[in-house]
């Protein structure tokens, strides 16, 4: 694998750029692996990554239906926080936006992250009460927040109207250390490791069933043809419940239609990210200019990636109400991606019933900014064969024994 | 848009009168059931890629619950129904048979 560096472009530039080689192989698949990863989407190629790095795991295939970074990974709001309530959400989150931070550096590839900081606006007095309680419990985390005043608001973020007449800014949980990037370059720059490090990333490859011996896992059947495997990985986010039910076991999971929206590029008038929770809308402008614009996810099972309207109206309306100024803004482009959402909001990193069969997802609407995060911890168990300290809470076992992560309590909203 | 007919007052409701409430037919266990029979209860989902049997109800109407079936991969309503019934009625299954012939049943 070349190096991108200043040097490569100017050397690139003289021979008209006739030097440069693929990110990733795309190999036919070997008869056996020691280890299979199903989802080549952020969180299954950070997964393989760490899985190398970490473990010294290199005889992987990551396998993906469609193409990489096609699914949830290219349909988000490419917003990565950390300021959570609950100690071990905190703790992986927080991991996951360090890792972010020397993304770039670590993978050789630019990544663009942006720690623009992110905001997210108290407009009741509950939600007041509810983000001084989260700015002292991150001090406890040793995640940086704090909370901040309506002033010191409206001097961040000029275009926001702090007065109403619906719901008033009264104060906001600040994370200055928070940010964006761009969300391909992340796909991309796992896979191109991954690829280096001898691994295959087959797409169009489809899991049509998960064969099992006496309860431990032998392998997959796939539109490619039989593939065996040691350990197998469960990384498929809106999907886990099928892949679970090839492989035998039930999830708590429910897949929900989330969906994002662009304006037309503007001049920059917005250098981080606001949310507002009570009225559901957040926002952020792109590189390009582009006002990116997130709201609530739909409230029943969809696997269609596409949503409903009237979400996306409740939404505009409640940014026009904060954000005066993007009234006249025309909307160029909407999506949906598919979340699996958990009971308790909080993600599954866990061993399953089945021997050797792993399982990661339930990130519901957080899962972009948990990408390096959920990766490490990911590799962590596959590895190891028991999860480490980042995932020791986040196991299926939870459910049954009534341990939640109650993140859903904690932010009263999708998160 | 989703539109739904609720079976009581018989209107034809788009999404934004209805509250949706999650898959229908669970089977309640209570005082007595294993620790597992409650955990499935409370949060195991079949979360099917195909024909879904949810519950609804008419928030902005009529107020009542009732149930549909319906397509999570092309979001097709094969039916609604009333809400005091363990199974989907006969009329329902004939008419998701007719449209999904290849349909196997509720798991």
Known sequence: MRRYSAFAIAREALRHHTGWERAWRSPEPKKRYNVIVIGAGGHGLATAYYLGKNYGIRDIAVLEKGWLGGGNTGRNTTIIRSNYLQDPSAAIYEKSRSLYETFSQDLNYNAMFSPRGVMMLAQTQHEIRGYQRTAHANVLQGVQTEFISPERVKEIVPIINVGGPRYPVLGALWQPRAGSARHDAIAWGYARACSGMGMDIIQKCEVTGVRSEGGVVTGVNTSKGDIDCEKLAIVVAGHSGHLAGMAGFRLPIESVALQALVSEPIKPCMDCVVMANTVHGYMSQSDKGEMVIGGGADGYNNYTQRGSFHHIEETIRALVETFPMISRLKMMRMWGGIVDMTGDRSPIISKTPLGNIFINCGWGTGGFKSIPGSGWAMAELVAKGEPGPLAAEFGLDRFKEGRFIDESVAAGVAH | ?107
């Open chain 2, 1 to 107: 848009m989703l539109i739904l007919q609720c079976p009581y007052c018989g209107i034809q409701c788009d999404e934004t009168e209805l509250a949706p409430g999650g898959e229908a037919h669970l089977k309640r266990y209570g005082p007595g059931s294993t620790d597992e029979e409650f955990e499935a209860y409370l949060f195991e989902r079949k979360n099917p890629l195909g024909v879904h049997f949810e519950r609804w109800r008419h928030a902005n109407g009529c107020g009542k619950w009732f149930l549909a079936a319906r397509s999570t991969t092309t979001l097709e309503v094969f039916g609604t129904y009333k809400a005091q019934t363990t199974e989907p009625p006969a009329e329902i299954v004939a008419a998701i048979k007719a449209k999904l012939p290849d349909w196997e049943g509720r798991q």
